[in-house]
């Protein structure tokens, strides 16, 4: 018996996806492996999902793979890459929860009391704003009675269970395939492995046959089973995956009995907000979308599938305890506020307008955030760093694509290749590469060559098993030796570069042969394709993924046979540090602060520049924005990572100015050791941004506000708008506070609202001029003028504050409010505001 | 007359320093010498030295929340006010000075 024993590093604990992903694999092997979770006391069969699951497995378990059987070193060696890699990506791409600091603790603004029938405080679940009618769906909470009566003999109503398996997992695979949506399709994909876990199916058809339960009510008592186990568990994130059996079981009874589900009743198409006490993954993706507006949900968490979906979906979601939904009657007005957590009854016209508002302005943060991902990745004074993805399959390219990936820094083309019986053929191949290809429409492509061997192992690819797989026989090692698998990938590549931008990289280099290797080898292929006269592009470019320290240190020479270079960070930290990542006692030598790899990465950037090469990085350093500050000193030309962190990537940049970042590399580069490059590192990135206080985005003349209300949230979401404040809510709550100490209005027709929040990055002032006179607090007098003032929770740096108290002093003084009120435009505002803030 | 005051304000972003200009600006009119120590989010500012509180003839603590050192005032003829007030009617607040 081989043991494989590692920490569980996920923080949601082994749910059903990375669940799945190690059944799967377990699967793959002729070998009997055995999860235990020593601190839990819990013992698991790997190839059953659901026991798995089971365990309550959480994040820091100390926890032990028994492996044996036929097949034991390699399930075993397996196992550990899989452990190193593919289980850590098991989170990366799920959805932010709804955003937290708003709504919390039930204090509302006091606009909100008494401005609707009935005003529900519940839980954020999906964040956004709908406001539509409420269509009431009657939950299914548990299985219809009649299950439990059968109709035929143990031997029919076997074969009834058979046909209602196939039938919903044909069902599950074609709607996971038709949903376009990779989250929709993992959530699918993970109901599927349950599904066909033998665990759960086979002690369904164990009851049947014994004759003692028919098929429906086998299902049930079984479902039940597994799904209380999962409630038992420790992880909050654990016990709602018992949501997802009992989906299975009832998708399941459905088939079996031949029943469509109740689903979709018609949605009235002038848009809905649908309430359901509980709402199943399935039930959720069988709704009509294009009239749903919200939705209210019953007691449900925001790690269940249905809640996920609803934030992959973007449709705003709450959920209520159940005496609130119940008294929600069909027909109402509803708003549903996925920021605050809040529902609201039958709104009247005051929160109408405060909602209509806000869906504005949510409108204009989106197309904020559209035009960022469109916007081409530069530092504040200018100097571009493309910020590309990496992608492992087809599916993910819409999700890069959106999130406003400028290129794939990274294609592991090796997907197309693992669970299979034989290698993909060249035409398959060359099919995946053009819709690469094509749907980047002029942006590059860089897809790395077969990279297997060691860790990944293909069964048609006869390898020897190695004692040390990591530094092995693996990816441009064998390519001398496999050549025509080598040639085939390439022919297709060459195939494809006619639809766009493909570039090839070659991995594990380590000498200048391998890399002539590969380019006789893409002669060849050339070659081959003009022989059968194929049509293929002439040439594309060919570089080489730096992962080994001998590479690093030789980019001169490298550079004489590649034309660009991407640092698989990874690896190159692993092999210079001479520590496995995936083992845990070693987690503290995997710091890419040691200042020896700081020093290779700068090295090779130099070498690179040297030689006029191109120098990119991926792995998961450079999706990591604490870092960015470094990599722009450093000087790569593109950081490529998980789309999801694209956008906080670009964002980020924008804020940094690169001289700065290579002051800030020579400091961290001088430092002793890793812990003092991280306290400079995070000193630097706690510095605000330095800034101006106002800027023209942040005056707004000609309002049409009427009531504080109204005047607080139209100058919170311009803050919000200008990227000083990342949630509006939460500052215009802090305001609302401060306001109920006392009014802030000061006489003259102005009122200076202040607060202080978490949410404010850097000190700033918003104003706003409405058009007509309003009354702010009920003994004051009319209010015209509005300056909002915001402030970080930690006010780091006194210079801000110090402005607004002269700001404060000089209000007291007419012909400043004067200038304020006459100003003709924003730039007569915003010289009257600098001349106050800059003049001594 | 000479005199010293405190503002101090809540958030101390905003309304402390609006209360020390319109103290100021009133004793400017009406003839008096004053220094406001204000009391804000930075902390102590223009800080009241001992001989000069000792100098004065009166004392004005114009605050919403607890002044700090306040023990600096014991003996002092005193007038409490809130930082509105202060901000809205200045002078009233100095005329009270002048009333026994």
């Given at each position: 018996m081989t043991r494989v024993p590692f920490t569980f590093p996920?923080?949601?604990?082994?749910?059903?996806r990375p669940a799945s992903l190690l059944q799967e694999l377990c699967l793959r092997f002729d070998a009997v492996v055995v999860f235990r979770n020593s601190r839990r006391g819990r013992r698991a069969d790997a190839g059953s999902v659901l026991e798995l699951v089971s365990s309550g497995t959480m994040a820091g378990d100390p926890c032990l793979l028994e492996v044996s059987g036929p097949q034991e070193k390699e399930a075993a060696q397996a196992l550990r890459a899989f452990l190193r890699r593919d289980l850590l990506q098991a989170e990366d791409n799920l959805p932010p929860s709804a955003a937290p600091g708003?709504?919390?603790?039930?204090w509302l603004p006091?606009?909100?009391?008494?401005?609707?029938l009935r005003l529900h405080h519940g839980r954020?679940?999906?964040?956004g704003i709908g406001r539509a009618i409420a269509v009431l769906r009657q939950g299914?909470?548990?299985?219809?009675?009649?299950?439990?009566?059968?109709?035929?003999?143990p031997a029919q109503e076997s074969r009834l269970f058979r046909e209602a398996m196939e039938r919903t997992m044909a069902e599950l695979r074609g709607q996971a395939e038709a949903s376009g949506d990779p989250v929709a399709a993992g959530i699918l994909k993970a109901h599927l492995a349950i599904l066909s876990d033998p665990r759960f199916g086979g002690k369904i058809a164990s009851r049947i046959a014994a004759g003692r339960l028919p098929a429906g009510a086998a299902i049930e008592k079984t479902a039940a089973e597994f799904a209380a186990a999962m409630r038992r568990s420790p992880s909050v994130y654990l016990r709602e995956r018992a949501a997802d059996i009992d989906d299975i079981a009832a998708r399941l009874g459905e088939t079996l009995y031949g029943k469509?589900?109740?689903?979709?009743?018609?949605?009235p198409p002038g848009g809905c907000i649908v309430v359901a006490g509980a709402l199943s993954p399935s039930e959720l993706l069988s709704l009509?979308?294009?009239?749903?507006?919200g939705l209210v949900l019953?007691?449900?968490?925001?790690?269940?599938h249905t809640a996920i979906l609803a934030r992959t979906l973007g449709i705003p979601a709450v959920a209520l305890p159940r005496p609130a939904l119940a008294g929600i009657a069909a027909g109402e007005e509803l708003v549903v506020d996925g920021r605050r957590g809040l529902v609201l009854e039958q709104p009247g016209p005051a929160l109408r307008r405060y909602y209509r508002l806000e869906q504005e302005h949510l409108r204009r943060l989106e197309q904020r955030r559209a035009r960022l991902a469109a916007q081409p990745a530069r530092t504040r004074d200018n100097v571009r760093l493309e910020v590309a993805a990496n992608i492992?399959?087809?599916?993910?390219l819409d999700p890069a694509w959106r999130s406003g990936?400028?290129?794939?820094?990274?294609?592991?083309?090796?997907a197309l290749f693992l669970e299979r019986d034989g290698p993909p053929g060249e035409d398959e191949q060359c099919e995946a590469y053009s819709r690469v290809a094509r749907t980047a429409a002029g942006r590059p492509v860089i897809v790395r060559t077969l990279d297997v061997g060691g860790d990944k192992r293909l069964p048609y690819l006869r390898l020897m098993r190695e004692e040390n797989p990591f530094l092995g026989y693996r990816a441009v090692r064998f390519y001398e030796e496999h050549g025509d698998l080598l040639r085939c990938q390439l022919r297709a590549i060459l195939r494809a570069a006619r639809c766009g931008r493909l570039k090839v990289m070659v991995p594990m280099?380590?000498?200048t042969e391998e890399v002539r290797l590969v380019r006789r080898l893409l002669a060849d292929a050339a070659a081959e394709l003009r022989d059968r006269g194929v049509p293929h592009a002439d040439s594309v470019e060919l570089g080489v993924m730096v992962e080994t320290p001998a590479a690093a240190l030789s980019i001169d020479l490298l550079a004489r046979e590649a034309g660009f270079f991407s640092i698989g960070s990874n690896d190159l930290l692993q092999y210079t540090m001479a520590a496995?990542?995936?083992n845990p006692r070693l987690a503290g030598l995997h710091?890419?602060?040691?200042p020896a790899f700081l020093r290779l990465l700068q090295q090779a950037a130099a070498q690179a520049r040297k030689a006029g090469r191109w120098l990119g990085l991926c792995g998961e350093m450079a999706g990591n924005s604490e870092l960015l500050p470094l990599l722009v000193g450093i000087g790569f030309n593109e950081v490529s990572m998980a789309p999801g962190r694209i956008p906080a990537a670009k964002e980020r940049l924008a804020e940094l100015e690169s001289g700065e970042c290579r002051a800030l590399l020579r400091r961290v580069l001088a430092a002793a050791d890793a812990t003092t490059a991280a306290g400079l590192l995070g000193e630097f990135n706690a510095r605000?941004?330095?800034?101006?206080?106002?800027?023209?985005?942040?005056v707004r003349l000609d309002?049409?506000?009427?009531t504080p209300g109204e005047a607080i949230k139209e100058l919170c979401c311009l803050l919000e708008l200008s990227g000083r404040v990342g949630n509006s809510a939460a500052l215009e709550d802090a305001v609302w506070k401060r306001e109920e100490a006392y009014a802030t209005d000061l006489g003259f027709g102005f009122s200076l609202p202040h607060g202080k929040a978490a949410a404010v990055k850097s000190a700033s002032i918003a104003f706003l001029r409405s058009r007509k006179p309003f009354h702010w607090s009920p003994a004051g007098t009319p209010v015209q003028a509005v300056l909002l003032i915001a402030v970080p929770e930690?006010?780091?740096?006194e210079e801000h504050l110090r402005l607004i108290a002269r700001l404060s002093r000089r209000l007291m003084h007419e012909e400043f409010r004067a200038a304020l009120l006459a100003a003709r435009d924003a730039a007569a505002v915003l010289r009257a505001l600098q001349q106050c803030l800059g003049g001594g | 007359m000479k005199i010293v005051a405190v503002t101090a304000c809540?958030?101390?972003?905003?309304h402390t320093y609006m209360a020390a200009e319109q103290l100021e600006k009133a004793a400017r009119k009406l003839g008096h010498g004053i220094k406001v120590e204000t009391q804000g989010a930075m902390g102590i500012e223009n800080e009241l030295k001992a001989r000069e509180i000792q100098e004065a003839d009166a004392a004005i603590l114009a605050a919403d929340i607890a002044v700090q050192?306040?023990?600096?005032?014991?003996?002092k003829r005193i007038v409490e006010t809130s930082v509105q007030e202060a901000i809205k009617h200045p002078e009233a607040v100095l005329e009270r000075l002048a009333r026994p």
């Amino acid at each position: 018996m081989t043991r494989v024993p590692f920490t569980f590093p996920l923080a949601n604990g082994l749910h059903a996806r990375p669940a799945s992903l190690l059944q799967e694999l377990c699967l793959r092997f002729d070998a009997v492996v055995v999860f235990r979770n020593s601190r839990r006391g819990r013992r698991a069969d790997a190839g059953s999902v659901l026991e798995l699951v089971s365990s309550g497995t959480m994040a820091g378990d100390p926890c032990l793979l028994e492996v044996s059987g036929p097949q034991e070193k390699e399930a075993a060696q397996a196992l550990r890459a899989f452990l190193r890699r593919d289980l850590l990506q098991a989170e990366d791409n799920l959805p932010p929860s709804a955003a937290p600091g708003a709504g919390e603790g039930g204090w509302l603004p006091p606009f909100f009391r008494g401005g609707a029938l009935r005003l529900h405080h519940g839980r954020a679940v999906s964040p956004g704003i709908g406001r539509a009618i409420a269509v009431l769906r009657q939950g299914r909470v548990s299985m219809p009675r009649r299950f439990a009566s059968g109709r035929k003999g143990p031997a029919q109503e076997s074969r009834l269970f058979r046909e209602a398996m196939e039938r919903t997992m044909a069902e599950l695979r074609g709607q996971a395939e038709a949903s376009g949506d990779p989250v929709a399709a993992g959530i699918l994909k993970a109901h599927l492995a349950i599904l066909s876990d033998p665990r759960f199916g086979g002690k369904i058809a164990s009851r049947i046959a014994a004759g003692r339960l028919p098929a429906g009510a086998a299902i049930e008592k079984t479902a039940a089973e597994f799904a209380a186990a999962m409630r038992r568990s420790p992880s909050v994130y654990l016990r709602e995956r018992a949501a997802d059996i009992d989906d299975i079981a009832a998708r399941l009874g459905e088939t079996l009995y031949g029943k469509r589900r109740d689903a979709a009743p018609d949605l009235p198409p002038g848009g809905c907000i649908v309430v359901a006490g509980a709402l199943s993954p399935s039930e959720l993706l069988s709704l009509d979308r294009r009239p749903l507006r919200g939705l209210v949900l019953g007691e449900i968490g925001s790690t269940s599938h249905t809640a996920i979906l609803a934030r992959t979906l973007g449709i705003p979601a709450v959920a209520l305890p159940r005496p609130a939904l119940a008294g929600i009657a069909a027909g109402e007005e509803l708003v549903v506020d996925g920021r605050r957590g809040l529902v609201l009854e039958q709104p009247g016209p005051a929160l109408r307008r405060y909602y209509r508002l806000e869906q504005e302005h949510l409108r204009r943060l989106e197309q904020r955030r559209a035009r960022l991902a469109a916007q081409p990745a530069r530092t504040r004074d200018n100097v571009r760093l493309e910020v590309a993805a990496n992608i492992g399959s087809v599916a993910e390219l819409d999700p890069a694509w959106r999130s406003g990936a400028e290129g794939i820094g990274l294609f592991r083309s090796e997907a197309l290749f693992l669970e299979r019986d034989g290698p993909p053929g060249e035409d398959e191949q060359c099919e995946a590469y053009s819709r690469v290809a094509r749907t980047a429409a002029g942006r590059p492509v860089i897809v790395r060559t077969l990279d297997v061997g060691g860790d990944k192992r293909l069964p048609y690819l006869r390898l020897m098993r190695e004692e040390n797989p990591f530094l092995g026989y693996r990816a441009v090692r064998f390519y001398e030796e496999h050549g025509d698998l080598l040639r085939c990938q390439l022919r297709a590549i060459l195939r494809a570069a006619r639809c766009g931008r493909l570039k090839v990289m070659v991995p594990m280099v380590t000498r200048t042969e391998e890399v002539r290797l590969v380019r006789r080898l893409l002669a060849d292929a050339a070659a081959e394709l003009r022989d059968r006269g194929v049509p293929h592009a002439d040439s594309v470019e060919l570089g080489v993924m730096v992962e080994t320290p001998a590479a690093a240190l030789s980019i001169d020479l490298l550079a004489r046979e590649a034309g660009f270079f991407s640092i698989g960070s990874n690896d190159l930290l692993q092999y210079t540090m001479a520590a496995d990542r995936g083992n845990p006692r070693l987690a503290g030598l995997h710091d890419p602060l040691h200042p020896a790899f700081l020093r290779l990465l700068q090295q090779a950037a130099a070498q690179a520049r040297k030689a006029g090469r191109w120098l990119g990085l991926c792995g998961e350093m450079a999706g990591n924005s604490e870092l960015l500050p470094l990599l722009v000193g450093i000087g790569f030309n593109e950081v490529s990572m998980a789309p999801g962190r694209i956008p906080a990537a670009k964002e980020r940049l924008a804020e940094l100015e690169s001289g700065e970042c290579r002051a800030l590399l020579r400091r961290v580069l001088a430092a002793a050791d890793a812990t003092t490059a991280a306290g400079l590192l995070g000193e630097f990135n706690a510095r605000g941004e330095a800034g101006e206080a106002i800027s023209a985005e942040l005056v707004r003349l000609d309002s049409p506000c009427r009531t504080p209300g109204e005047a607080i949230k139209e100058l919170c979401c311009l803050l919000e708008l200008s990227g000083r404040v990342g949630n509006s809510a939460a500052l215009e709550d802090a305001v609302w506070k401060r306001e109920e100490a006392y009014a802030t209005d000061l006489g003259f027709g102005f009122s200076l609202p202040h607060g202080k929040a978490a949410a404010v990055k850097s000190a700033s002032i918003a104003f706003l001029r409405s058009r007509k006179p309003f009354h702010w607090s009920p003994a004051g007098t009319p209010v015209q003028a509005v300056l909002l003032i915001a402030v970080p929770e930690k006010a780091q740096g006194e210079e801000h504050l110090r402005l607004i108290a002269r700001l404060s002093r000089r209000l007291m003084h007419e012909e400043f409010r004067a200038a304020l009120l006459a100003a003709r435009d924003a730039a007569a505002v915003l010289r009257a505001l600098q001349q106050c803030l800059g003049g001594g | 007359m000479k005199i010293v005051a405190v503002t101090a304000c809540p958030t101390g972003i905003a309304h402390t320093y609006m209360a020390a200009e319109q103290l100021e600006k009133a004793a400017r009119k009406l003839g008096h010498g004053i220094k406001v120590e204000t009391q804000g989010a930075m902390g102590i500012e223009n800080e009241l030295k001992a001989r000069e509180i000792q100098e004065a003839d009166a004392a004005i603590l114009a605050a919403d929340i607890a002044v700090q050192k306040r023990e600096r005032f014991d003996g002092k003829r005193i007038v409490e006010t809130s930082v509105q007030e202060a901000i809205k009617h200045p002078e009233a607040v100095l005329e009270r000075l002048a009333r026994p």
